[in-house]
């Protein structure tokens, strides 16, 4: 089956403690790309990545780092998370960005 | 600067015809995309006008006017599983840009 999978769906944590969000997809897409969603302010894409090793700054990348080491994965990293951060996260894939394929999300809480 | 805007609520009946609506002021795009969304849900694609004209998939279409700076989702034969958020999206140098999603509203 088709799909992207995210991990974990629900996390809480606090103030500075790193953290990742994987994401994979089995669709041999070359774009992925990570989106937070927050009330009345739509999805809003973090960092986007072309292909292996290619990733760049979507329009909210600040607190957020990624990598594409590997053309199925692309995980997100906190590195020092803040309250502000707290959002639903979700990942997606596709072949040139059009047409994505979105994870079920992940729940993140930072206290 | 770049933005997509939509209507943030829109009701329609049950059986009806509703027109979602989608204008923007950011050029050099590939297209424009329509995603729906459930409450608790993950985005789902619905369809991808990469020209200008009308898509149409089942009981959705989808309509982009480049000269506008417009583009519609049309959703026929309302059903109450529309019941959902709709965004429109596109690509502008491969960074994604979405609206901020219309809610739609559908009456029995």
């Known amino acids: 089956e088709a799909q992207v999978t995210q991990n974990p769906r629900y996390l809480i944590t606090v103030t500075g403690k790193k953290l990742t969000v994987t994401c994979s997809q089995n669709?041999?897409?070359?774009?992925m790309s990570w989106y937070r969603q927050d009330p009345g302010l739509g999805l809003r894409q973090i960092y986007y990545s072309m292909n292996v090793e290619v990733t760049d700054k979507g329009d909210v990348p600040e607190g957020y780092k990624v990598s594409r080491k590997e053309k199925r994965n692309f995980p997100l990293i906190l590195e020092s998370p803040s309250p502000n951060q707290t959002s639903l996260y979700f990942c997606a894939s596709s072949f040139e960005g059009n047409e994505q394929f979105f994870g079920p999300g992940t729940r993140l809480t930072v206290l | 600067g770049q933005s997509l805007e939509q209507p943030s609520e829109v009701t329609a009946v049950e059986g009806a015809i509703v027109q979602i609506n989608c204008t923007y002021q950011?050029?050099?795009?590939?297209?424009l995309s329509w995603y729906q969304q459930h409450d608790g849900g993950a985005p789902t694609f619905l369809s991808y006008n990469a020209l200008d004209g009308l898509e149409e998939t089942g009981r959705f279409s989808s309509f982009l006017s480049r000269s506008d700076s417009y583009g519609y989702l049309l959703l026929q034969e309302l059903q109450m599983k529309d019941s959902a958020s709709y965004f429109c999206a596109v690509n502008r140098d491969d960074k994604i840009i979405f609206g901020k999603g219309t809610r739609l509203h559908i009456l029995p």
């Open positions: 950011t050029s050099g795009f590939y297209g």
């Open positions: 669709m041999n897409h070359e774009y």
